[in-house]
């Protein structure tokens, strides 16, 4: 078992305010970091630091805990460039394109589809991402739906069935449902550790309350949990199932009302926004700061898809909240971080602190302050001893 003293580190961020400055954040200069294991044994001020086999040194970088993306959908092929051009003519977005990748994916090998996750993932872990999860819901069947869970599986443990994601039919509403929560379900529960459904009402493409509520259920009496997509183009129901379901996160949430609010407020379920799907389909961005002024645990993740947000970046998800959604740097890093640990209900990621995981992000940059004030620059990378 080798250990590794991590030394001249200018700024480090552990997300334990027991262990340093600077309020929930618990910053620590002039710092040190042993790794053991893979887990943190120590951190604390670089005088102090215990003797190790081996030393690292940054030459004066922040580092932070890497970040967890609480929400993608990686396991796609095709793109939908045509789609997002005509967005940005003014084209509205509703959730149909889906359908044409979920033809693209299903036309796709496994080697062909392995490839592509793989090479999103390292994507993600050359910009600090250390933790992702990954939905399926380009299946559409209970064959594709699992093999894509399969595959994902290969690269997280927090793998999220989302066979909820495409109405095809409203006619056929109540069939597909059963399909849904009967062999689609059956089929990816060996490789789901989560639940996940698109409740929409306000397009034809997805999942009103009713649904929602029924393909939830069946998830969380086999023994997953439970996760939302909602609120995301109209006010509608998806915040209120969330928190009456005790799910571990509603994500979107770009359209709220106050009562949506105070019942997020009071409850364990996490608020994830994703404001690149604002940025990619130009539409409004979420009140950030109303949540976090009533005191909601509020994540940051990438929603990666080739739909509404194509990105893998954190930083530019943590740019855009600082920029647009009037988050302090110091809360979109933590939401980036702890927020996604959280959301994910994960207390070994997310912290850098004694029994952690070593999952680390290196910044070029004396300060997690420059993630937002040097956006579109690649700061951050996962650090790989
Ligand atoms: O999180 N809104 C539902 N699902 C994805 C988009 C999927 C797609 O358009 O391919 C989302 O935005
Ligand atoms: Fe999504």
């Not at 080697?111 to 050359?126: G, N, P, Q, S, W």
């Not at 994601?165 to 069939?175: I, S």
């Not at 397009?203 to 909602?230: I, N």
């Amino acid at each position: 078992m080798t250990s590794t003293v991590v030394t001249g580190i200018g700024e480090l961020v552990t997300n334990d305010p027991g262990l340093g400055s600077d309020g929930p954040l618990g910053v620590i200069r002039s710092a040190a970091l042993v790794i053991e294991d893979g887990l943190v044994a120590w951190v604390g001020e670089a005088q102090h630091a215990p003797i190790a086999d081996r030393e690292h040194h940054l030459a004066g970088r922040c580092v932070v805990p890497g970040f967890v993306d609480s929400h993608s959908h990686l396991v796609f092929a095709g793109d939908r460039g045509a789609e997002f051009s005509a967005r940005m003519a003014g084209a509205r977005y509703d959730g149909g394109g889906i359908a044409q990748t979920i033809a693209a994916t299903r036309a796709a090998t496994d080697d062909e589809l392995r490839l592509r996750i793989e090479a999103r993932v390292a994507e993600m872990a050359a910009q600090g991402t250390t933790t992702v999860e990954i939905k399926s819901g380009y299946g559409g069947t209970a064959a594709e739906e699992s093999r894509a869970l399969r595959l994902a599986g290969e690269f997280t443990s927090e793998t999220t069935f989302l066979g909820a994601h495409l109405l095809p039919d409203p006619e056929q509403a109540d069939a597909f449902i059963a399909e849904i929560t009967g062999p689609m379900l059956a089929a990816s529960l060996p490789y789901s550790r989560w639940i996940d459904v698109f409740c929409e009402p306000s397009t034809r493409y997805a999942f009103d309350y009713d649904q929602a509520k029924h393909v939830l259920q069946a998830g969380a009496a086999a023994g997953l949990g439970l996760r939302v997509h909602g609120n995301q183009l109209a006010h509608g129901p998806g915040v209120r199932l969330a928190v009456e379901l005790a799910a571990a996160s509603v994500d979107h949430c770009t359209y709220l009302d106050g009562e949506d609010i105070d019942a997020l407020a009071s409850s364990a379920t996490v608020a994830t926004l994703l404001p690149g799907v604002e940025f990619s389909t130009r539409s409004p961005y979420p009140d950030a700061r109303r949540l976090l002024d009533a005191g909601v645990q509020v994540a940051l993740a990438t929603d990666c898809n080739p739909g509404t947000c194509y990105s893998t970046s954190m930083p530019f998800m943590i740019a855009l909240a600082v920029r647009e959604l009037q988050m302090t740097p110091a809360e979109a890093l933590w939401a980036a971080t702890a927020g996604g640990a959280a959301a994910l209900r994960r207390s070994d990621v997310g912290v850098l602190r004694p029994g952690a995981r070593a999952d680390v992000a290196v910044l070029d940059a004396p300060s997690y302050v420059h993630l937002a004030y040097r956006p579109g620059v690649p700061l951050a990378r996962a650090l790989r001893l």
